[in-house]
């Protein structure tokens, strides 16, 4: 029986670009998402993709996921996004704990509907974001709940990884797609900068003077499936353009 690539999130716009090179390059995906329309769209695109209709910040996706699997799986891919934004003296304070149960609670959620399905050599990645090490002034919800998914996929590391299971923490810099426009728009409303002064700011912060595809940065997720990309275990990969200044 062939192995299965499960990746949550995959009607984004990382996602939808994850898929598409995963099924290019052989792989059968699992896609989940919470809707059934945007997966039965992604599905027509790609016959190896196989729609799975579940909310990952609800308990219920454990069931809904596992269930779905039918082999054993070589990635688990989380690429949710989140719905919550604003600075500290802007988002609702509840906002922090949804992104906690999105990031954190999602990824927890993802492991226990496939762990039984886990072989050695087997991939768990997530996409935590290069805000949970450098938080702009306006990144509170993602800023919080991206830090917390490095310490969990740290510990998630530390269980799986004597189980020949490797772990890796994709941290992209902001990519030029509309969830970055949204960030401009919004960063935009509360300091009064125009959007395209917003935007080139970005764009001067990376040493390429470019933000990276989401084809670069799917790239990466495809590449982690060498077998030599085991050596990677529990890595931060930032793929950034250039833009973080710590060491990972």
Not at 33 to 61: E, F, K, M, N, Q
Not at 157 to 172: E, R, S
Request: glycine letters at 10%; charged letters at 20%; a negative charge.
């Amino acid at each position: 029986m062939s192995s299965l690539c499960v990746v949550v999130g995959a009607t984004g716009a990382l996602g939808t670009a994850v898929t598409r090179r995963l099924v290019t390059a052989g792989h059968r995906v699992l896609a989940v998402a919470r809707s059934a329309d945007a997966l039965d769209a992604l599905a027509s695109r790609h016959p190896a993709v196989t729609p799975c209709v579940a909310d990952i910040g609800s308990d219920d996706a454990i069931e809904a996921i596992s269930t779905a699997v039918d082999a054993p799986v070589r990635l688990a891919l989380f690429a949710a996004g989140l719905p919550v934004k604003g600075s500290a003296d802007t988002i609702d304070p509840s906002g922090l704990a949804i992104a906690a149960n999105i990031k954190s609670g999602g990824v927890v959620r993802l492991l226990h509907a496939v762990r039984d399905h886990l072989q050695e050599g087997a991939r768990f990645v997530a996409v935590a974001g290069s805000l949970g090490v450098e938080p702009g002034p306006f990144d509170a919800g993602p800023g919080t709940a991206n830090a917390a998914l490095f310490n969990l996929m740290r510990q998630i590391g530390a269980l799986y990884g004597p189980k020949g299971v490797t772990t890796h923490t994709l941290a992209p810099g902001p990519i030029d797609t509309p969830r970055l426009d949204a960030f401009i728009e919004r960063e935009s409303s509360e300091t009064g900068a125009p959007p395209d002064t917003i935007r080139e700011r970005y764009y001067a912060a990376t040493s390429l003077g470019r933000l990276p595809t989401l084809d670069e940065v799917a790239w990466i997720v495809e590449m982690l499936l060498a077998p030599e990309a085991s050596v990677l275990h529990g890595s931060i990969l930032t793929v950034d353009g250039g833009t973080r200044h710590g060491i990972f």
